[in-house]
């Protein structure tokens, strides 16, 4: 199989989420930078499926310079190669990022086409779920989102989703594209060896026209504070009677 | 919660393990009305306590620190969160195993348990070391890892417990309080709180709370980085937390400990990443805590390696992940000591800080005595804040110096080692004239003093008869053959050498004679100019320093001490001034030039040049006058630490190169020989067994025991003086010797000349300890050219302590035979002082 799995680098947020002066961005100053959680179990999915399918797993990117840093972490975990599109702006919005990776996955696909192409369902910081959905459209390939089972035929893939009344699946012929959400697997760590051998990894730097973006962000605000309100209830023993009272107000028992 | 106080006898800032223990000692001291805040939530407020890697190794080369270490054991052990596991430091290459057999030499100095292991032997305690990247090991069965966070909390809560003190989390100081030179109080986020005494022990914060205080705190926060990897299939047997020795790599400047199923691998050999107090996150902003930060695999990447190479069984699977990896914040100080005692500037603010897991309940310990009894117990002199000069302070030099000292927290560090960087901050008056004749430059307290003149490379061929060579490399590291060579010139003709790194003040004023009559032992009411060489007690009797006191008037003394020192004797001698001003200290350190003109032909070359008298008639030894050198005036002190006819010549620092050139252009009949500190510090003051403070003087040992206790007791009172005299009653447990080595031949053939502390033996090679437990250590050493002898200063016990007694001393793990020349004070060189006192 020849998978390609796009990520994003996004800041590792802390506790609380400070804003630069414009509120333009977040404070970077304190963080390091990752992939999100869905992309970690895409990453997972793509190094499971080659290692039981045989075959091979390209990471794809779309960013600054410094995003090669979560390129060799997706390698060190057992990924085979990287594409670093690189970019001088801070963000691209989601239209333009699609229409960047599908002219590179169209003209990687020439040379050896993929079967299967993996997206988290959503980045961490914008979380717009739509870039997979949006590539999948550029190349004309058949999508399901937010996937947390995935089994692979002959040819093709039975994709399932989680909804409230049970599960949805999907059969659909390959190449597909695929948007996973955690819970599929659990992704691994790096490991020692790994992050030495991805050290020589091939990690390709690409660059990409920007069409212009069709959103334009005004401002970050926060959200209201929500007030939290702790009444301690006593230490040992003496609590019992006030959590009895408790139970009783919210009627428990 | 209990409601936040308005006042307090004690306000801790910082719930870390320091600040814990500090208020669990000081409660058991009987200390009430305590406050402990922390910006943080407990039991972890998000120092660098919370992700230390808790693991103690006992020895370090320098003492103080090993003693910090020690004690902390102890109490880590009497709180029950200590485990013993054992611990190897593995050499990869010759210089490495070299360094084990030194380590092996300061275990035995400080009386810690340890021994050398072959290859074999380190396998044998750990398994999956790989055999052909090790050469040997040294191995301390009492290497431990702790739960420090316990620890921490069980003394907290034993003081809440006792009553004597609260405890509020989550609450931040925004300001100190200071009103004319003493501590009010701080405030916080929850309101303000008067307070009588303030403690910091904010660890890598502390130079910020320290600002708001207007004192300096110099650490900087530095990044250690570790990772956990595991599960490692090998360690998943193991019950509890560790089951086999901890591994320091020193050769790669890595560790691997155990922990449970998998393995902690630190290192201290990435470059040196420095983090401002004001960039370290919030509790709230901080995805770890404050002072775990993002890892920057980068800087990681050979270190990894390394670690592979050196555990592949354990650590080269493909199963064995990363779990966690931080960029972990530590302090660090300009000399890698940590920072504890009262602040110079600021009365009643203490400081605990630069302290790591190790140290953390054995630095407690010791500011709760300090603040309780005045002096603790163990040697506070190398970790004494107050050790530091203003320029010290400046950002600049605090990073430069932490830059270049974190690579050598790991690395072989010899015990004459400079710092290359933040280099020529202090310049003596002299320094354009001895920088012309080839100086070779060692610094103390920022001074750059002449360590010997590369111009004196003739003397070499002129006693080569009279010197001997260092074949050694590591003997012969950070010195010159030339120093031996300026020791014989200096006794054969005269020298002068540039002492301006001394620290000199002016006690002025009425009552001048009480405060120096208060801290010294020698009587203080002499003449006017009498000079006197005293040593300073403190209040337990112990030696907390020696310097020169000289009468300039009825009301007026004038205090020189050295550079090293000086500024914590400042402090000493201001902490004791009276409190309505009318004693006045007058700092004149950066006022004077002193050169040092000493020798047969001394007396010849300055009375060339002066018409005053100088003779020994009407300027004995030991009294000190002012006189004219041609154009400059000089105020000279007849003393010498190199035990010839001389003087050391004082004058104001604009006048130094004149004074200077005069002198050298007079000298040059008397073959003149600049001479540097390698002579004055070492070869000449050990012929004369002179003493140095912070090697045979500290405050463990007493005057009886130094051998420097006076024929008389003065009547009046001074600090220390009744230990003192209780000491005169009771027999020593230990006397100050001088000894010299019999045969410097090793078994291989190779002569040695040790450098460093290395232990004592009997001549069977046992360790010698006093009663009172202090293992027998060379505190000094070095060649006296001119007796032809090379000089061992250490202390024995009186069993031990007889002039012709044949010892053994070890070095490098080789045994060489000694004698023990003197019992006492009286030197190997002119003992009866003729050549001093003319």
Not at chain 2, 6 to 14: E, L, P
Not at chain 2, 197 to 224: F, K, N, T
Request: net charge negative.
């Amino acid at each position: 199989m020849n998978i390609l799995v796009c990520v994003k680098r996004v800041p590792d947020i802390g506790a609380r989420i400070d804003l630069t002066e414009d509120r333009q961005a977040i404070t970077t100053k304190n963080l390091g930078f990752c992939i999100s959680p869905h992309e970690e179990c895409a990453v997972e999915e793509a190094i499971q499926l080659v290692e039981k399918h045989g075959g091979q797993a390209t990471v794809l990117t779309l960013g600054p310079a410094d995003a090669e840093e979560q390129l060799r972490d997706c390698l060190a975990r057992g990924i085979d190669r990287g594409i670093l599109i690189e970019t001088d702006q801070p963000e691209w919005d989601s239209r333009e990022t699609a229409t960047a990776l599908a002219e590179v996955i169209r003209s990687e696909a020439d040379k050896e086409p993929f079967d299967l192409i993996l997206f988290g369902n959503e980045s961490a910081d914008s979380t717009g779920c739509q870039v997979g959905i949006r590539v999948a459209h550029h190349l004309n390939l058949p999508c399901v989102a937010s996937v947390k089972k995935l089994q692979i035929g002959d040819g093709d893939a039975t994709a399932s989703r989680e909804v409230d009344t049970g599960w949805e699946v999907f059969s659909l012929p390959m190449p597909a594209l695929i948007t996973v959400k955690e819970g599929i697997n659990l992704p691994r760590y790096p490991s020692l060896r790994g992050t030495m051998k991805a050290k020589k990894k091939p990690v390709d730097r690409l660059s990409a026209d920007k069409i212009g973006a069709s959103l334009k962000m005004q401002q970050l605000v926060h959200p209201p504070e929500q007030k939290k309100e702790v009444d301690m209830l006593g230490e040992g023993s003496a609590a019992a009677s006030r959590i009895v009272e408790v139970f009783k107000a919210l009627e428990v028992i | 919660m209990s409601q936040f106080p308005k006042q307090a006898k004690v306000v801790i800032i910082g719930a870390g393990i320091v600040g814990n223990c500090v208020a669990g000692h000081l409660a058991e001291r009987g200390w009430k009305n305590m406050v402990l805040i922390d910006k943080g939530p407990l039991p972890n407020p998000g120092g660098s306590t919370g992700h230390a890697s808790n693991f103690i190794f006992p020895v370090d080369n320098g003492k103080p620190l090993t003693q910090l270490t020690m004690d902390s054991k102890r109490q880590y052990g009497e709180l029950g969160v200590e485990r013993i596991c054992g611990g190897i430091e593995v050499a990869r290459t010759e210089a490495s195993v070299a360094d084990t057999k030194r380590r092996i030499a300061s275990s035995k100095c400080w009386g810690i348990d340890s021994q050398l292991l072959d290859v074999d032997g380190c396998v044998e305690l750990f398994p999956w070391l790989n055999r052909d990247k090790i050469k040997g090991g040294f191995y301390t069965p009492s290497v431990s890892v702790v739960d420090s966070l316990r620890a921490g909390t069980i003394m907290r809560e034993k003081a809440q417990d006792m009553g004597a003190l609260s405890v509020f989390a989550n609450t931040e100081v925004l300001d100190v309080d200071v009103e004319d030179g003493k501590i009010k109080g701080v405030k916080t986020d929850r309101g303000d709180i008067e307070a009588e005494y303030v403690i910091i022990c904010c660890g890598v914060w502390s130079p910020r709370i320290g600002e708001m205080a207007g004192v300096q705190i110099p650490l900087a926060p530095v990044v250690h980085q570790m990772i956990d990897a595991g599960p490692i299939p090998q360690l998943a047997h193991v019950k509890g937390e560790i089951g086999y020795p901890i591994i320091r790599d020193m050769s790669v400047k890595m560790y691997e400990r155990q922990t449970s199923g998998t393995m902690e691998v630190g290192s201290y050999a990435h470059r040196s990443i420095l983090i401002d107090p004001d960039d370290i996150p919030s509790n709230e902003q901080a995805k770890l805590s404050p002072t775990e930060l993002p890892f920057t695999s980068e800087d990681f990447e050979p270190q990894l390696e390394d670690a592979l190479e050196l555990m592949p069984e354990l650590l080269d699977n493909d199963k064995v992940e990363i779990q966690y990896a931080i960029n972990g914040l530590i302090s660090l100080t300009p000399d890698g000591e940590p920072l504890i005692g009262e602040t110079p500037e600021v009365k009643n603010l203490w400081v605990a800080a630069a302290i790591w897991i190790k140290e953390g309940p054995g630095a407690a310990r010791m500011l709760a005595e300090w603040m309780t009894d005045g002096a603790p117990e163990l040697d506070p002199n190398h970790v004494d804040i107050a050790r530091f000069y203003p320029y010290a302070g400046t950002k600049k030099f605090v990073w430069d110096r932490a830059t270049e000292g974190f690579p050598k927290l790991y690395d072989i560090v010899h015990p004459h080692e400079q710092y290359l960087d933040s280099r020529n901050i202090r310049l003596s008056p002299f320094h354009s004239r001895t920088k012309e004749l080839g100086a070779v430059y060692f610094e103390t307290a920022g001074w750059e003093r002449p360590q010997w003149y590369e111009s004196n490379k003739t003397l070499l061929e002129e006693y080569a008869d009279r010197l001997v060579e260092r074949t050694n490399e590591w003997d012969s590291r950070w010195w010159s053959p030339i120093i031996d060579a300026e020791n014989i010139a200096l006794r054969e003709r005269v020298a002068m050498t540039d002492l301006s790194a001394f620290t000199i003040f002016d006690i002025v004023g009425p009552g001048a004679l009480d405060v120096v009559q208060k801290v010294a032992v020698s009587q203080m009411d002499n003449k006017v100019g009498k000079a006197c060489y005293t040593l300073l007690l403190n209040h337990k009797g112990g030696i907390r320093s020696d310097l020169i006191i000289a009468r300039t008037g009825k009301d007026s003394f004038r205090v020189i001490t050295g550079g090293g020192h000086g500024s914590v004797d400042k402090k000493w001698f201001s902490d004791h001034l009276p409190e309505d001003g009318t004693v006045q200290l007058h700092d004149q350190t950066s006022a004077l030039g002193t050169v040092g003109v000493w020798g047969p032909s001394a007396r010849d070359l300055l009375e060339s040049v002066t018409d005053d008298d100088i003779s020994n008639e009407d300027f004995p030894y030991a009294t000190v006058k002012k006189f004219r050198i041609k154009d400059i005036p000089v105020w000279a002190l007849r003393m010498s630490y190199v035990g010839e006819y001389g003087w050391e010549l004082y004058t104001n620092a604009e006048h130094g190169p004149k004074l200077w050139d005069i002198l050298w252009e007079a000298g040059q009949k008397y073959r003149v020989v600049p001479v540097g500190i390698g002579v004055y510090g070492t070869n000449a003051r050990l012929e004369k067994s002179f003493r140095l403070f912070g090697n045979e003087l500290d405050t463990e040992y007493n005057p009886v025991e130094a051998g420097m206790a006076l024929p008389r007791v003065k009547a009046q009172d001074f600090i220390g003086k009744e230990a003192y005299l209780k000491a005169r009653d009771e027999d020593p447990t230990t006397l100050l010797c001088t000894l010299t080595v019999d045969d410097h031949t090793d078994s291989k053939g190779e002569k040695r000349y040790m450098v460093g502390n290395f232990p004592v033996l009997t001549e069977d090679g046992e360790s010698i300890v006093d009663a009172k437990g202090r293992p027998a250590y060379v505190a000094s050493c070095g060649y006296g050219a001119v007796v032809g002898k090379y000089i061992l200063m250490a202390y024995l016990p009186p069993e031990y302590a007889k002039a012709g007694n044949k010892l053994k001393v070890e070095y490098f793990c080789e045994h060489f035979p000694v004698t023990v020349d003197i019992v006492g004070a009286a030197p190997l060189y002119d003992p009866k002082h003729e050549r001093l006192k003319g």
